[in-house]
């Protein structure tokens, strides 16, 4: 499908109005299901003392369309499995008193590779996973990209620190790069 957006104008201020753009669509979209899904969990809300890491907790959401059981392994650590009922929400989760994989798997450093990514798949039906980051007075949350939907170009959008005042600044943005192969 192509579309052609002109617009045509009477003056010399509208000469904007006479460029034209093609858009063209090739009716694909990224599966959003696939057998091997990998992910890190990037730092949520840096805060020492008596309210730091004891509020924070993970959720990694796991669904398919059929019964399967899905395999999950965090950096080195020997891989567990949950089983998944065909059309239901299993959840894999860091709870302090329900642990299946401990916070300690969120990234603190800046540049350095660690073997710390979370590695789910199936042998047998496609997954579709989320994550959720849940800190005191923040969360965050994605979707995880199945790596058969993985490109090979990437555009990292987000936002400059916020400087307040000498004394108070907010972190800036990050971003984690992960490989499913080195």
Do not use: C
Request: net charge negative; charged share 15%; glycine share 6%.
């Amino acid at each position: 499908m192509t579309i052609t957006l002109a617009s045509i104008g009477h003056s010399p201020l509208s000469a904007q109005g006479r460029i034209t753009h093609t858009v063209i669509s090739e009716n694909q979209s990224a599966p959003n299901l696939g057998r091997d899904l990998w992910f890190a969990i990037p730092q949520n809300y840096f805060r020492t003392g008596q309210l730091g890491n004891s509020n924070r907790y993970f959720y990694i959401y796991i669904t398919s369309t059929r019964n399967t059981t899905a395999h999950i392994q965090i950096g080195n650590s020997p891989e567990f499995a949950k089983t998944i009922t065909a059309n239901q929400t299993t959840i894999v989760q860091s709870l302090p008193n329900k642990q299946d994989f401990p916070t300690t798997t969120e990234l603190s450093s800046s540049g350095i590779a660690e073997k710390r990514a979370v590695h789910i798949w199936s042998t047998d039906a496609d997954l579709s996973v989320y994550f959720l980051s849940r800190a005191l007075e923040t969360s965050d949350g994605m979707y995880v990209i199945p790596t058969v939907g993985w490109g090979t170009e990437y555009v990292v959008a987000a936002y400059n620190a916020l400087v307040v005042s000498s004394a108070l600044a907010d972190l800036p943005s990050e971003f984690v790069v992960v490989a499913n192969q080195d």
